[in-house]
C-alpha cells in the first residue's frame, strides 16, 4: 500500500512569502505588545514587579527572534497591519488599565493572547521552515509560563474576580474569532488551518479557565461567546 506523502511547503515562493509578511508581523507586534501590557500591569501589582518585568523582558526577546524568522527569509513583516490587527485588544487593555481593572487586564494578556499564541505557535512548528521551528520551540515554551502566571494569581483572587472574567471574557473573547477570520487565508498558506488553531486555542483557553476555577459548564458557556462566527 502507498503511503501519502503530505505536499512540502515551498517556502521561497512568492504566495507563501506575502502572506507570511504578515503573519510574521502579527508575531512581531503581538510580542512587542506582552512586553508592552506586562510592563503597564507593574504598577496595578507592585508586589509582582521582578516576575512581570522578566515576563516582559522574555516577550522583547521572542521578538527579536521573530524577527530574524523573517530576515531569515528575506521578508520584510507589514508592521502597519499587524498594528490594525492588535488595535481592538490593544485599546481594550489600555481601557481597562485607565481604570484599573487588572483582573481584565490579566484576561486580555496573561489568558487569551497567551491561549492564542500558543495554539498559533503549536500548529505553526510541524509546518515553519527550520529556523523559525527552532526559534518558535522556545518561545512556545516560555508562553506556558506566561499562562501560568496569569492563572495563578486569578486562582487566588477567584471568588473576587469572577464577575468581572466573565465581563471581559464576554467582551474580549470574540475579538479573537475575527482576528481568526482575517487571517484565515494567509494561515492555511502557511500550512495552518483555522479549524486546528480554533481547536488549539480553545484547549489552551478551557483548560486556563478550569485551572482557575471555573466549572466544565461555565467554560462552556464562556468559550461559545463569538464561536458562532468563528
Known amino acids: 500500500m502507498q503511503q501519502l506523502v503530505e505536499p512540502t511547503i515551498d517556502f521561497n515562493s512568492d504566495v507563501y512569502k506575502d502572506a507570511y509578511s504578515r503573519i510574521n508581523a502579527i508575531v512581531i507586534e503581538g510580542e512587542q505588545e506582552a512586553h508592552d501590557n506586562y510592563m503597564d500591569m507593574i504598577p496595578m501589582l507592585p508586589n509582582h514587579e521582578k516576575e512581570l518585568a522578566s515576563l516582559a523582558k522574555m516577550e522583547f526577546r521572542h521578538k527579536k527572534g521573530f524577527q530574524s524568522c523573517g530576515r531569515n527569509l528575506s521578508v520584510t513583516p507589514d508592521m502597519d497591519f499587524a498594528q490594525k490587527y492588535f488595535a481592538e485588544?490593544?485599546?481594550?487593555?489600555?481601557?481597562?488599565?485607565?481604570?484599573?481593572?487588572?483582573?481584565?487586564?490579566?484576561?486580555?494578556?496573561?489568558?487569551?493572547?497567551?491561549?492564542?499564541?500558543?495554539?498559533?505557535?503549536?500548529?505553526?512548528?510541524?509546518?515553519?521552515?527550520?529556523?523559525?521551528?527552532?526559534?518558535?520551540?522556545?518561545?512556545?515554551?516560555?508562553?506556558?509560563?506566561?499562562?501560568?502566571?496569569?492563572?495563578?494569581?486569578?486562582?487566588?483572587?477567584?471568588?473576587?474576580?469572577?464577575?468581572?472574567?466573565?465581563?471581559?471574557?464576554?467582551?474580549?473573547l470574540p475579538i479573537i474569532w475575527r482576528m481568526l477570520n482575517e487571517v484565515e487565508k494567509d494561515a492555511k498558506t502557511l500550512g495552518m488551518p483555522k479549524e486546528?488553531?480554533?481547536?488549539?486555542?480553545?484547549?489552551?483557553?478551557?483548560?486556563?479557565?478550569?485551572?482557575?476555577?471555573f466549572s466544565t459548564r461555565e467554560i462552556m458557556k464562556m468559550s461559545s461567546y463569538g464561536l458562532r462566527g468563528a
Open 89 to 172: 485588544l490593544h485599546s481594550n487593555f489600555q481601557k481597562a488599565k485607565e481604570e484599573g481593572k487588572i483582573v481584565t487586564c490579566l484576561l486580555i494578556q496573561a489568558l487569551i493572547i497567551e491561549a492564542f499564541a500558543i495554539a498559533a505557535y503549536n500548529i505553526y512548528i510541524p509546518v515553519a521552515d527550520p529556523f523559525a521551528r527552532k526559534i518558535t520551540e522556545g518561545v512556545v515554551k516560555d508562553e506556558y509560563l506566561h499562562l501560568n502566571f496569569g492563572e495563578e494569581w486569578l486562582k487566588a483572587n477567584f471568588e473576587a474576580s469572577k464577575a468581572e472574567l466573565e465581563e471581559a471574557n464576554r467582551q474580549n
Open 196 to 213: 486546528e488553531l480554533i481547536e488549539d486555542f480553545m484547549i489552551s483557553y478551557g483548560e486556563a479557565l478550569a485551572n482557575i476555577g
